[in-house]
DNA sequence: GTCTATAACTCGATAGAC
DNA sequence: GTCTATCGAGTTATAGAC
């Protein structure tokens, strides 16, 4: 599908126009927000011509949309290897927290703007929401269970996780402070810790 | 100041033209959304022209700033409310979580999209961007503190539980599961009273 | 305080040459 | 695959009658 038979050199390292221009167009919209994006200024910014925007996405919407499923498919695959290399769910979740929050002054703008057209309806923005709602939670809450906590709680610990990462992310995009964010979290775990392993001791 | 001597007839239940076409405006940005809204087409779901609007907050971005500066001071004075209504802080947590949560189909998208916009710098969301902050965060950590937490730590437990139901409302618009984000808030308000009270028993 | 008319501009998308 | 030129619709904002 859409292949011409001459790609210039065989290339490995470049996956064609189209995927270096996605790029491109995930840190531009990054940097600047989608709000008051248009293609025009967009295309200025990323090198190109608007012209070559349409040419490779179809429209403005199919952009927006190949942008939406990139990253989530980039933060998807950090949390499946952050998983894969932490038993504990605790360090794990540690672990995702400093990623994110790594990168939440690039990325939480464009999160939160994205999730308050998502729960809006934005056509684009369908996978997206489909992520806000449950995607997130049920890989959450499997970590939580294979903990030894039981599944309805798993499931209520795990909503409240995912949003208490996401709301404190929020607030570190606004005011940048990354020890009070890491404090808040760090105070989550604590609590939950001990919240359910039984305390024996004392 | 802006006040021309010949008010109608001096009624005190229509604070005048300008505050009810504020409060229909905020309706209808909560139930349309602000990215895609021109002037043109608010102006026709409210019920006036396009010139009015602009007679009455000088540009989009003066009406932008005045639905969001009237939205926070609504939810502040309801916080206020509560947090008056109710000695114990877990009791007004939950109170205030239930206003919000009330109010969050509609609400929710339109802070969302306001916040993203807010923390990429958008100049009419200034004040928002304050109470993203820290506005919230003090009250909140006054109250911990009044019931025994000490300081530092009040700060962070106010930090986690303003992100956690920041984090939760995200989630309960894009699902509109509201027993389940209930579920979440309350499993944070046991394991923050368990957590700060000494626990003598057992 | 409310209207129509319109200026000045930008938008997404298309056509077609190269 | 990249360019220029351009269409038609929609944008904020202004002018001025009533």
Redo the contacts with the bound molecule.
């Keep these: 599908m859409?292949g011409?038979g001459?790609?210039p050199s065989g290339d490995q390292d470049t996956p064609?126009?189209?995927e270096a221009l996605l790029a491109r167009a995930i840190g531009w919209f990054a940097e600047h927000g989608v709000g008051d994006?248009?293609?025009?200024?967009l295309a200025a910014g990323l090198g190109?011509?608007?012209?070559?925007v349409?040419?490779?996405f179809?429209?403005?919407?199919?952009l927006l949309s190949a942008v939406v499923e990139a990253v989530e498919r980039g933060e998807r695959a950090a949390l499946e290897e952050v998983l894969a290399a932490h038993s504990d769910p605790f360090e794990a979740g540690r672990a995702f927290w400093d990623h994110v929050a790594d990168r939440a002054q690039v990325f939480a703008p464009l999160f939160f703007e994205l999730s308050g057209l998502a729960i809006q309806g934005a056509p684009f923005a369908g996978s997206l929401r489909h992520w806000l709602a449950t995607g997130w939670v049920d890989d959450l809450a499997r970590a939580y269970q294979l903990s030894g906590v039981e599944p309805e709680r798993a499931v209520r610990l795990a909503r409240l996780s995912l949003g208490a990462a996401r709301g404190v992310l929020l607030e570190l995009a606004a005011t940048g402070d990354r020890a009070a964010a890491d404090a808040a979290m760090a105070e989550l775990t604590d609590l939950v810790r001990n919240g359910t392993t039984p305390r024996r001791d004392r």
């Design positions: 859409s011409s001459a790609e064609g126009p189209r994006t248009s293609l025009r200024t190109t011509s608007h012209r070559m349409i040419y490779h179809g429209s403005r919407e199919g």
